[in-house]
């Protein structure tokens, strides 16, 4: 299912919570690599500041090639300088808050970078998401206007988000560049499972951001927040397990994993965390009890193949991949992934199938891979996209076919010189 390349980066990033991963990295180092794979991945993923990280701990900089030691590099240094001045515009956030009298949860990333001090240069972050109160939902958002920020409406209008999705229209500021989500809940509000989000304001802990007062979940919040964001986009963040991983390293001893499964099969939400849990124990070696995932998928309750399925897709759609060659794109795999979560029938799994494949995929300004999100149906696509799947699947055939049949393109024989030395066989 993965290549020595694949292995290579999970190892890289599992490194930091298990030091068995670094043995790995060696020997993978001493077969060879194709780098140039390693790097696009890694960029995708928005992992390249964690794999230079790892490279120069593990002091494997020396067969790297010199142009992609290179890119690593300067991708770590334009990660750390980025995310220095999201942390140094979060605290003055935090303090205007402050003075409103505005209590804050730091979500994902930020908090990450706070809570883990040599994160904080490592992670790549798109945004800062946080998390306040419903009845502060209109004065956040005007402290936030008041500091610069504007409304990104190129997805819904504003409107819209106050009464559909768990979080306020997404706040940009043009000369700082800093994107920031109003929260009021961490889960979607059309999802088929819940979490009351007064349990986890009672949950949180303190945490200072410089001058600035905020708070965090708890490590048991943490990491059911992170399964659950990963499961939400289809599996497709490999950052987000390195998350996983990190957190579960630093609090495994103790966090509470028997309230996390209580709370997981009253909430309904128990295989959205099997699987991102069960795939951060597989790839990356996280230190997860054997019996967490097993309990997991006991208190799932999907049928076999249902669970074989998903456990095949989720291992597919981990890595974002050149998409150019690909019978179904990644996104749709994604989509899958995430409809068989929500326990369709075979009926409501054809109709999705088959909708997605006439259907082309929303992209999203500022979002660098491909959405899971569909556009509306149109004939010119559903021909166009018809006849691309049917030639892609030539393609495919046609390749299986030459390799099961040994044939392969004419490769005239070697001649060896008359006094050419002759090697023993």
């Given at each position: 299912?993965?290549?020595?390349?694949?292995?290579?980066?999970?190892?890289?990033?599992?490194?930091a919570?298990?030091?068995?991963?670094?043995?790995e990295?060696?020997?993978?180092?001493?077969k060879?690599?194709?780098?140039?794979?390693?790097l696009q991945?890694?960029?995708q993923?928005?992992?390249v500041?964690?794999?230079?990280?790892s490279?120069?701990?593990?002091?494997?900089?020396?067969?790297?090639?010199?142009?992609?030691w290179?890119?690593l590099?300067?991708?770590y240094?334009?990660?750390g300088?980025r995310?220095?001045?999201?942390h140094?515009?979060?605290?003055?956030?935090?303090?205007?808050?402050?003075?409103?009298?505005i209590?804050?949860i730091?979500?994902?990333?930020?908090?990450l970078?706070?809570?883990?001090?040599?994160y904080r240069?490592?992670?790549?972050?798109?945004d800062v998401?946080?998390m306040?109160?419903?009845?502060?939902?209109?004065?956040a958002d005007?402290a936030?206007?008041?500091?610069?920020?504007s409304h990104c409406?190129y997805?819904?209008?504003?409107?819209?988000?106050?009464?559909?999705?768990?979080?306020?229209?997404?706040?940009?500021h043009?000369?700082?560049?800093?994107?920031?989500?109003?929260?009021?809940?961490?889960?979607?509000?059309?999802?088929?499972?819940?979490?009351?989000p007064?349990?986890?304001?009672k949950?949180?802990g303190?945490l200072?951001?410089?001058?600035?007062?905020?708070k965090?979940?708890?490590?048991?919040?943490?990491?059911?927040?992170?399964c659950?964001n990963s499961?939400?986009?289809?599996?497709?963040?490999?950052?987000?397990?390195?998350d996983?991983?990190?957190?579960?390293?630093q609090?495994?001893?103790?966090i509470?994993?028997?309230?996390?499964?209580?709370e997981?099969?009253?909430?309904?939400?128990?295989?959205?965390?099997?699987?991102?849990?069960?795939?951060?124990?597989?790839?990356?070696d996280?230190?997860?009890?054997?019996?967490i995932?097993k309990?997991?998928?006991?208190?799932?309750?999907?049928?076999?193949?249902?669970?074989?399925?998903?456990?095949?897709?989720?291992?597919?759609?981990?890595l974002?991949r050149?998409e150019?060659?690909?019978?179904f794109?990644?996104?749709?795999?994604a989509?899958?992934?995430k409809?068989?979560?929500k326990r369709?029938?075979?009926?409501?799994?054809?109709?999705f199938?088959?909708?997605?494949?006439?259907?082309?995929?929303?992209?999203?300004?500022g979002?660098n891979?491909?959405?899971?999100?569909s556009?509306?149906?149109?004939?010119?696509?559903?021909?166009r996209?018809?006849i691309?799947l049917a030639?892609r699947?030539?393609?495919v055939?046609?390749?299986s076919?030459?390799r099961?049949?040994?044939w392969?393109?004419?490769?005239p024989?070697t001649i060896?010189?008359?006094?050419?030395p002759c090697?023993?066989?």
């Open positions: 299912m993965f290549s020595r390349e694949d292995r290579f980066i999970f190892a890289c990033l599992g490194s919570s298990n030091e068995g991963a670094v043995s990295i060696h020997m993978l180092l001493r060879g690599l194709d780098w140039d794979y390693i991945t890694a960029q993923s928005r992992i500041s964690l794999l230079y990280h490279l120069g701990l593990v002091e494997g900089h020396e067969v790297v090639p010199g142009p992609i290179r890119a590099r300067n991708a240094y334009q990660v300088l995310n220095l001045l999201c140094s515009e979060l605290e003055n956030v935090l303090s205007s808050f402050n003075l409103l009298g209590e804050t730091i979500l994902k990333g930020a908090a970078g706070e809570i883990f001090p040599e240069a490592l992670r790549e972050m798109s998401d946080l306040v109160q419903e009845k502060d939902l209109e004065a005007e936030l206007s008041k500091l610069g920020y409406e997805y819904r209008p504003r409107e819209w988000y106050k009464t559909h999705h768990h979080h306020w229209a997404p706040r940009y043009p000369i700082k560049e800093t994107a920031i989500e109003i929260h009021r809940n961490i889960l979607p509000q059309n999802m088929h499972f819940h979490m009351n007064d349990g986890l304001w949950r949180s303190n200072k951001i410089g001058a600035a007062e905020a965090a979940l708890s490590p048991e919040d943490l990491i059911i927040h992170l659950l499961s939400l986009f289809g599996f497709r963040d490999l950052r987000g397990l390195s996983i991983c990190r957190v579960v390293g609090y495994n001893e103790t509470n994993w028997d309230w996390i499964l209580k997981a099969h009253e909430g309904g939400f128990t295989a959205h965390l099997y699987y991102p849990l069960s795939l951060a124990a597989d790839v990356m996280a230190t997860i009890r054997e019996r995932p309990n997991l998928r006991k208190t799932s309750e999907f049928e076999p193949l249902r669970d074989r399925l998903l456990r095949m897709i989720v291992k597919r759609t981990l974002v050149d150019s060659n690909l019978l794109p990644d996104w749709f795999w989509g899958l992934c409809e068989l979560l369709r029938d075979l009926t409501q799994l054809v109709t199938i088959g909708r997605s494949l006439l259907r082309a995929p929303l992209d999203l300004p979002d891979k491909p959405s899971s999100i556009g509306p149906l149109s004939p010119y696509y559903a021909v996209r018809s691309k030639h699947f030539c393609k055939m046609v390749k076919i030459t099961i049949a040994g392969g393109p004419f490769k024989a060896r010189q008359e006094n050419a090697r023993m066989q």
